[in-house]
């Protein structure tokens, strides 16, 4: 009996890496596209996370019983369908059995995110807290992950992409995971960039030395350090960015297109739901952002005759994050502090003041879990508008058509 089963676990996995998926970037006249065994694929992501309210980043819906993943997953992934999102983001917490289950019972994709160093790590018992990629050691630890980062994950179904970092660049300023505002370039980061560019280049060739089968993205702070980047990050497929520029992305694709050339990928963006001089939520505001975003990502779509270089995004986020602020208090309760200034958001931005809420990102609200960490969610306006935009393909579509049903969309919104 122990035999047969060994011969089935052999005949599975042979099946497995037989018939795995070829996902590639093709560059031709027309832009660049994410292609899925030839068939081009335009990336309707979302960042996806479940936090139980209460919890904070200690807690991992993984290391719960397989019936409240398989419960929490049920709850959540048809939402995720129903509104057309084909992929989510996830990092390397989560075990390949559940990605190739989100695949197989939802026909979600996911992208899967090492962190690179962004948090800090451990190195020979010392506990590095902010990460200096000019280390060698360190530079081995993490060269070292990234192997067993695409071992681990090579031959699962419903691998997308392989993600490294989540805006590093930022956390060479940074002192800890909270998000502040955005750094400004200087001499010394400089240098430090530089060696974690040619770091992230020297761990993806490792990495596609491995599994050629699916492309690999570098996850950045909107396009600080893209002089370097062009410079040193010569075998990345795909330039992904966290990018909160407000209502639009203004310049930043035809910068990628005309300094580096790589397709681009919105890693994250999107817009709080609660507006800081008011003190009260703004489901409108999120979701008129969200749609001229989503707008400038499909007209900028191979094909569809601005700078053709974008393959889609993945919206930030899926629900609220109640642990967000300040992260080991008060998580049962959620925090109106504003963490961050940004004047791209004009609904509620005063010069000299934070105005970016990082626990009302969800275009869902979130409920109170029940004794297994289970929640209910509450779709927000911009659920419903990602919704409506979500059923368009632009490979098979024209920047008129486009143009035109967001505008419906934004008449609807306008209108409640």
């Given amino acids: 009996m122990k035999k047969a089963i060994l011969v089935l676990t052999v005949l599975l996995t042979g099946l ?30 979302m960042n996806w996370d479940y936090f139980p309210v209460g919890t904070n980043y200690a807690y991992s819906l993984w290391q719960q019983s397989d019936d409240v993943i398989q419960a929490a997953l049920e709850n959540e992934m048809p939402l995720l369908k129903k509104m057309g999102v084909n992929a989510i983001r996830q990092y390397t917490t989560i075990p ?63 691998v ?68 370097i980047i062009v410079n040193t990050c010569k075998d990345i497929d795909i330039l992904g960015v966290n990018s ?31 507006n800081a001089v008011t003190k009260q939520e703004a489901q409108k505001e999120q979701a008129e952002i969200l749609l001229s975003n989503w707008e400038e990502i499909y007209l900028n779509a191979a094909g569809l005759g601005l ?20 992260q080991k208090s008060n998580l049962d309760v959620h925090d109106t502090s504003a ?28 409920g109170k879990p029940d004794n297994l960490g289970l929640y209910k969610l509450y779709p927000r306006i911009a659920y419903e508008v990602l919704s409506n935009i979500h059923g368009i393909d632009p490979y098979l579509s024209t920047p008129s058509l486009i143009q035109q049903h967001f505008d419906t969309v934004r008449t609807r919104i306008n209108n409640r």
Avoid at 17 to 42: A, H, R, W, Y
Avoid at 111 to 133: A, E, K, P, W
Avoid at 169 to 198: I, K, Q
């Fill in 244 to 274: 909160y520029r407000g209502e639009s992305f203004d310049y930043l694709f035809k910068d990628v297109k005309e300094k580096y050339g790589k397709p681009i990928l919105f890693t994250e963006f999107g817009a709080d739901a609660y």
């Fill in 339 to 366: 963490s961050w200034a940004n004047g791209g958001y004009k609904f509620d931005y005063i010069k000299g003041k934070n105005n970016m809420n990082e626990e009302w990102f969800g275009i869902c609200a979130k």
């Fill in 96 to 158: 390949p059995r559940w990605i190739q289950y989100i695949y197989e019972k939802y026909g979600i994709y996911t992208m899967i995110n090492h962190s690179f160093g962004r948090y800090g790590l451990i190195v020979n018992g010392i506990d590095y807290s902010q990460t200096d990629y000019c280390k060698n050691d360190i530079r081995e630890e993490l060269l070292k992950e990234a192997i067993d980062f695409v071992n681990t994950y090579k031959n699962t179904p419903g």
């Fill in 16 to 45: 497995s890496v037989f018939g795995q998926q070829q996902i590639e970037i093709v560059n031709d006249c027309n832009g660049s596209k994410l292609t899925i065994d030839g068939k081009p694929f335009f990336l309707k992501g």
């Fill in 307 to 326: 700078y053709n270089n974008c393959l889609g995004g993945f919206t930030f986020q899926f629900s609220d994050g109640w642990w967000k602020y300040d």
């Fill in 160 to 227: 997308l992409i392989y993600l490294l970092g989540n805006e590093n660049n930022y956390g060479l300023f940074w002192d800890g995971a909270e998000t502040e505002d955005v750094p400004v370039e200087d001499r010394h980061s400089t240098s430090v960039a530089r060696c974690m560019y040619e770091l992230f280049n020297e761990a993806t060739q490792r990495i596609k030395a491995i599994d050629h089968t699916r492309p690999v993205a570098i996850c950045n702070g909107d396009l600080l350090f893209l002089d």
